[in-house]
């Protein structure tokens, strides 16, 4: 049988994760690696300390050194368990992400969730969305209308499931996203996922790779106000709101 954490141990991890989401986005907070408070620690915070030790180990635990480089380890590209879980959580917590191929980087702003559901890939397309079924945290890249790439990162280790990313604010490389689409207008740069595709160049030799080899997430530094909607662009389970983005952003492509 698996061993239980120890009261006063889950008590100081508690606290820390309390004050680290006070400053950081969620992203942060849901991926910090686990706090192991030492023995020591432990015995300074037992049952009888209250408080007072508590906020005393707390404070030990976050100027520790190791501590810092987790959290900047953390700060960095999304783990690989971000997208294991639930697809429509995992396409939520991508808004206000920073998606990251060569030169060029730009924060999500725009995502919609597929699964199951009538309208997935894994229900329309089942041979071609393989990955979609089998992985999570790889890329899935196909081709519509003989003329557009869309980007998908693969979801849910335990079934079908991927995220289209619809739209990025550019933010980084922007003469290369210009020269890739012809135009000027930075809302028009990422604003959809074929546009989105094309300004970061992205194309069918990206599918099936791992998030973190041509394509990274890095986690982002504020919270975004995001709203929901029915998806766009699909003639199946058009009642199920599984479209994000981020509320009032012009770079958003509907």
Same mark, same amino acid.
């Given at each position: 049988?698996?061993?239980?954490?120890?009261?006063?141990?889950?008590?100081?991890?508690?606290?820390?994760?309390? =004050?680290?989401?006070?400053? $950081?986005?969620?992203?942060?907070?849901?991926?910090?690696?686990?706090? +192991?408070?030492?023995?020591?620690? +432990?015995?300074?915070?037992?049952?009888?300390?209250?408080?007072?030790?508590?906020?005393?180990?707390?404070?030990?635990?976050?100027?520790?050194?190791?501590?810092?480089?987790?959290? =900047?380890?953390?700060?960095?590209?999304?783990?690989? *368990?971000?997208?294991?879980? *639930?697809?429509?959580?995992?396409?939520? *917590?991508?808004?206000?992400?920073?998606?990251?191929?060569?030169?060029?980087?730009?924060?999500?702003?725009?995502?919609?969730?597929?699964?199951?559901?009538?309208?997935?890939?894994?229900?329309?397309?089942?041979?071609?969305?393989?990955? $979609?079924?089998?992985?999570?945290?790889?890329?899935?890249?196909?081709?519509?209308?003989? $003329?557009?790439?869309?980007?998908?990162?693969?979801?849910?280790?335990?079934?079908?499931?991927?995220?289209?990313?619809?739209?990025?604010?550019?933010?980084?490389?922007?003469?290369?996203?210009?020269?890739?689409?012809?135009?000027? *207008? $930075?809302?028009?740069?990422?604003?959809?996922?074929?546009?989105?595709?094309?300004?970061?160049?992205?194309?069918?030799?990206?599918?099936?790779?791992?998030?973190?080899?041509?394509?990274?997430?890095?986690?982002?530094?504020?919270?975004?106000?995001?709203?929901?909607?029915?998806?766009?662009?699909?003639?199946?389970?058009?009642?199920?709101?599984?479209?994000?983005?981020?509320?009032?952003?012009?770079?958003?492509?509907?």
């Amino acid at each position: 049988m698996e061993e239980k954490e120890p009261l006063n141990s889950r008590r100081v991890r508690t606290a820390v994760s309390a =004050q680290i989401s006070e400053t $950081m986005s969620p992203q942060i907070s849901l991926f910090l690696l686990p706090v +192991q408070v030492t023995q020591a620690n +432990q015995a300074t915070c037992n049952e009888s300390s209250g408080d007072g030790a508590r906020a005393t180990v707390v404070s030990k635990i976050i100027s520790s050194g190791q501590f810092r480089r987790n959290l =900047q380890s953390k700060m960095g590209y999304l783990p690989a *368990d971000f997208f294991s879980r *639930d697809t429509l959580t995992v396409a939520r *917590d991508l808004i206000g992400t920073l998606l990251v191929v060569g030169a060029c980087e730009g924060r999500i702003v725009e995502t919609e969730a597929y699964t199951t559901d009538a309208a997935s890939h894994s229900v329309t397309r089942p041979n071609q969305s393989a990955v $979609m079924q089998t992985t999570s945290g790889h890329v899935y890249v196909y081709f519509i209308y003989g $003329m557009y790439y869309c980007l998908n990162f693969t979801t849910d280790s335990a079934g079908a499931g991927a995220v289209l990313i619809r739209a990025a604010e550019p933010t980084r490389g922007l003469d290369v996203m210009k020269e890739r689409r012809g135009i000027d *207008d $930075m809302r028009k740069l990422a604003s959809g996922p074929g546009r989105l595709c094309e300004a970061f160049g992205i194309d069918l030799s990206f599918n099936r790779e791992r998030i973190g080899r041509r394509i990274k997430v890095k986690i982002g530094a504020t919270t975004p106000d995001i709203a929901i909607s029915k998806r766009i662009g699909i003639s199946r389970d058009t009642h199920l709101e599984w479209r994000f983005y981020e509320r009032n952003c012009p770079f958003v492509s509907k």
